[in-house]
């Protein structure tokens, strides 16, 4: 059985190792052709990201060559190549900084100034983002190891890993100089490269790709020594910020659990919540309650801080509450409350509006089920030569206005194989009369 599972899953047999070196080698180049694509790529994702096309960003990302280096470097640390490695991680560099500066000049240039959803959801990575980046470079260097490389596959990997936006939402941040979008893109940039070139690191070893052996022995343990000093300086920073990551995505997921228990529970039977902030830090992390109702008193806001640290596990957040108490003006508080209230009925209303007209359309489904059953034991009556028949409605679109309307659709199979016209007739004119139609069509 092992053996089978090993046969039905194996990897090995089919990688064309010298093709897969000199492909990625190929890809690494940065100069003439690739460097014209790169700008160009950039100059179309920050388009999109700034007038918020997903499709825009979408084909940026299917055309950029910043995959190149990353696989790169962690095919040249897998293979023991120094060169490899210099050339990847010199051109990783240069591409870097001509994709800030294209997207920073677009950007500077740019009418529209304000932050659009797409820019603003490349400026803080989750654990998602590492998942991504990480199966992704794997499913990437299998499919180029193939002899049979998959297209499909690596332009896949070229939209799910994402590179192109985060340098671009960097771009923004430093035209309009707001610096925490450019930290925080550039951070998911950072943690998508590293892991995209972990994972061709990974599965260039678990292939076994012949590594580079130099004809001085002490060659090659000085290139060891340098690709080994290489990779723990890069890997230990990466897996700090990836362990960070984590977290915060533990605490986002604690946090957001405190507060909808908190609403639910019967102490918040006259209270509502408006707004809750989350806001995570290594060192100190804070949850934010906007409330209004009843006033919490000192020892239940004591309480829900302990619960949070407590029950939740969040033992460094601290909790925040904001409420609108007694010098607040009363009836500007039951205004939000009364339209707190008057959303939750429209919500309810429109539910139940949907749960009837579905409820209609499901009566109405039963309703023709059943005549059409009657009407098929009344057909068999009148005409006991029919085999087969059925009845169904199909829209008729008129080819030039395209209006289009229902029309009944009769299937009439007789035994012995042919056609009746004139029994066929007498079956749509009283099909007419018995189900109250103006049209109605016969097909065999």
């Known amino acids: 059985m092992w053996r089978k ?49 997903t499709a825009v960003i979408i084909g940026a990302m299917l055309i950029s060559p910043l995959m190149g280096p990353i696989n790169g470097i962690g095919l040249s640390v897998g293979i023991m190549d120094e060169y490899l490695l210099q050339k990847s991680v010199k051109n990783l560099g240069i591409m870097v900084l001509v994709s800030l500066l294209a997207s920073f000049l677009y950007f500077l240039l740019s009418p529209l100034g304000d932050a659009q959803s797409e820019l603003l959801a490349r400026t803080r990575p989750t654990i998602f983002d590492v998942f991504i980046a990480f199966f992704g470079g794997l499913a990437g260097i299998v499919a180029t190891s193939r002899k049979s490389q998959s297209i499909t596959v690596i332009s896949g990997v070229a939209i799910a890993t994402a590179l192109m936006p985060p340098l671009c939402t960097a771009g923004y941040g430093l035209a309009t100089a707001q610096f925490k979008y450019f930290f925080g893109a550039f951070y998911l940039f950072f943690l998508n490269s590293f892991f995209i070139a972990l994972a061709t690191f990974v599965m260039v070893r678990f292939l076994s790709f012949p590594q ?56 918040f039977q006259n209270i509502q919540i408006v707004n809750s902030v989350r806001d ?73 509006s949907l749960i009837s007209q579905l409820q209609g359309q499901l009566s109405a489904a039963r309703n023709a089920e059943t005549l059409s059953s009657q009407i098929a034991k009344e057909i068999y009556v009148q005409y006991p030569n029919i085999k087969g028949f059925a009845i169904s409605e ?29 029994a066929e007739k007498k079956i749509v004119e009283w099909l007419k009369v018995r189900m109250e139609v103006e049209e109605l069509k016969v097909i065999h």
């Open 280 to 352: 995570y830090h290594a060192k100190e992390q804070s949850v934010i309650l906007s409330l209004v109702g009843r006033p919490l008193s000192k020892s239940e806001i004591t309480e829900l801080q302990n619960s949070l640290q407590n029950q939740y596990g969040l033992t460094h957040a601290k909790l925040i509450v904001k409420q609108t108490g007694e010098a607040i003006d009363i009836t500007k508080q039951n205004e939000i409350i009364e339209d707190i209230i008057n959303k939750k009925d429209l919500r309810i209303d429109q539910q139940d």
């Open 394 to 422: 199909m829209e008729q679109f008129d080819p030039k206005t395209l209006e289009h309307h229902s029309v009944p659709i009769v299937l009439i199979q007789w035994k012995d194989g042919g056609t009746n016209p004139a």
């Open 212 to 267: 580079i052996q130099y004809v001085e022995p002490g060659r090659n343990r000085a290139v060891k020594r340098i690709i080994t000093i290489f990779t723990i300086i890069v890997l230990v920073p990466s897996i700090i910020l990836a362990i960070d990551v984590v977290r915060q995505a533990a605490f986002n997921t604690q946090a957001i659990k405190f507060v909808n228990d908190t609403q639910e529970s019967e102490r």
């Open 5 to 53: 599972i090993k046969d039905f899953a194996q990897l090995r047999e089919d990688t064309d190792y010298a093709a897969t070196i000199d492909t990625i080698s190929k890809s690494v180049e940065f100069r003439g052709m690739n460097m014209w694509i790169l700008v160009f790529a950039i100059i179309v994702a920050s388009v999109g990201l700034n007038v918020n096309s």
